[in-house]
C-alpha cells in the first residue's frame, strides 16, 4: 500500500487547494453588490469557472507528479508516465453555481457564499481524483485504485472506502459530496480485495442518467448506507 506519509501529503494538497479556492471566491463574492442578483449571479458563474478550470489543472497536474512519486516508493516495475485528467467542468460549474444563486432572491442572499463552497469543493478536486483513477487504471502493473477516508468521515464514505478494498472496475467516477475528506490513491497489490458490488453500484456513473435514472441510484445509494455494517455505529 502507499506509504502513509504519501497519502497524507496528496490529502493535504488537495485540501490545500479547496482553502485557495475558497478564499477567491469568499473575496470575490464579498465585492459582489447583491441587490443586484442577476448580475451577481452571472460574474460568478463566469469567474468560479474560470477558477475551477485553472486550480482544477493545477491540481491535476501535482496528483499525475504524486502518483509517480508513489509509483517509485513502491518499487514497482517499469515505468509509466502519469498525465493530468482535463475535464470539462463548466457545466457542472454554472449549475453549482445557478442552484445556489436562489439565495440571492431571499432574504438572506449572504446563504449563497456556503452553498456554493460546498459544491465548488467538489468540482475543484475533481481533475485530480480522475488522475489518479484514470492513472490507475492505465498503469499495466497497478490492479486499481482506493478510496481513502479521513478521521470522522461521514458513512456514505466509509462504505465506499471498503476497508480498503480495491476498484478495479472501470465503471466508477470518484463519488464526492461537498467538502469530502476523501483521496483515491493506486494500488499495485494483486492480493488486495476488490470493493463489493455496492461499492461498484453506488459509484457507478451518473453523467448519462435520466432523472428517474439518478433518483432511483440515490435512494438505492441511502439504502446501502442504511443497511452498512459499521462499527463505528457500535461504539
Same mark, same amino acid.
Given at each position: 500500500?502507499?506509504?502513509?506519509?504519501? *497519502?497524507?501529503?496528496?490529502?493535504?494538497? &488537495? &485540501?490545500?487547494?479547496?482553502?485557495?479556492? %475558497?478564499?477567491?471566491?469568499?473575496?470575490?463574492?464579498?465585492?459582489? %453588490? !447583491?441587490?443586484?442578483?442577476? &448580475?451577481?449571479? /452571472?460574474?460568478?458563474?463566469?469567474? *468560479?469557472?474560470l477558477?475551477?478550470?485553472?486550480?482544477?489543472?493545477?491540481?491535476? +497536474?501535482?496528483?499525475?507528479?504524486?502518483?509517480?512519486?508513489?509509483?517509485? @516508493?513502491?518499487?514497482v516495475?517499469?515505468?509509466?508516465r502519469?498525465?493530468?485528467?482535463d475535464?470539462?467542468?463548466?457545466? #457542472?460549474?454554472?449549475?453549482?453555481?445557478?442552484?445556489? @444563486?436562489?439565495?440571492?432572491?431571499?432574504?438572506?442572499?449572504e !446563504?449563497?457564499?456556503?452553498?456554493?463552497?460546498?459544491? *465548488?469543493?467538489?468540482?475543484v478536486?475533481?481533475?485530480?481524483?480522475?488522475?489518479?483513477?484514470?492513472?490507475?487504471? #492505465?498503469?499495466?502493473?497497478?490492479?486499481?485504485?482506493?478510496?481513502?477516508?479521513?478521521?470522522?468521515?461521514?458513512k $456514505?464514505?466509509?462504505?465506499?472506502?471498503?476497508r480498503?478494498a480495491?476498484?478495479?472496475?472501470?465503471?466508477?467516477?470518484?463519488? @464526492?459530496?461537498? $467538502?469530502? =475528506?476523501?483521496? +483515491?490513491?493506486?494500488s499495485? #497489490?494483486?492480493d +488486495?480485495?476488490?470493493? %463489493?458490488?455496492?461499492?461498484?453500484?453506488?459509484? +457507478?456513473?451518473?453523467? =448519462?442518467?435520466?432523472?428517474? &435514472?439518478?433518483?432511483?441510484? /440515490?435512494?438505492?445509494?441511502?439504502?446501502?448506507?442504511?443497511?452498512?455494517? /459499521?462499527?463505528? #455505529?457500535r461504539?
Amino acid at each position: 500500500m502507499v506509504p502513509a506519509p504519501l *497519502v497524507a501529503e496528496l490529502r493535504a494538497a &488537495q &485540501q490545500g487547494l479547496v482553502r485557495l479556492t %475558497d478564499a477567491d471566491i469568499t473575496e470575490f463574492f464579498r465585492s459582489m %453588490d !447583491l441587490r443586484r442578483p442577476e &448580475q451577481t449571479r /452571472d460574474l460568478l458563474i463566469e469567474f *468560479v469557472a474560470l477558477l475551477v478550470a485553472q486550480n482544477g489543472l493545477a491540481g491535476a +497536474a501535482a496528483a499525475a507528479d504524486w502518483f509517480e512519486e508513489a509509483r517509485e @516508493a513502491e518499487r514497482v516495475p517499469g515505468t509509466y508516465r502519469a498525465g493530468p485528467a482535463d475535464l470539462a467542468l463548466e457545466d #457542472d460549474v454554472e449549475s453549482a453555481v445557478r442552484y445556489s @444563486a436562489g439565495h440571492l432572491w431571499s432574504p438572506t442572499p449572504e !446563504l449563497m457564499l456556503p452553498s456554493m463552497l460546498k459544491e *465548488v469543493s467538489k468540482l475543484v478536486l475533481a481533475p485530480a481524483r480522475e488522475t489518479v483513477v484514470r492513472s490507475s487504471e #492505465d498503469d499495466r502493473r497497478a490492479v486499481g485504485w482506493q478510496r481513502v477516508t479521513r478521521a470522522g468521515s461521514c458513512k $456514505f464514505c466509509r462504505m465506499l472506502a471498503s476497508r480498503g478494498a480495491v476498484y478495479r472496475e472501470r465503471t466508477v467516477d470518484f463519488a @464526492a459530496h461537498g $467538502f469530502c =475528506g476523501c483521496a +483515491a490513491i493506486p494500488s499495485w #497489490d494483486q492480493d +488486495a480485495p476488490e470493493v %463489493d458490488v455496492r461499492a461498484y453500484s453506488a459509484s +457507478a456513473r451518473t453523467a =448519462g442518467m435520466t432523472p428517474t &435514472q439518478r433518483a432511483a441510484h /440515490d435512494a438505492r445509494v441511502r439504502r446501502y448506507v442504511a443497511q452498512m455494517d /459499521d462499527p463505528a #455505529d457500535r461504539t
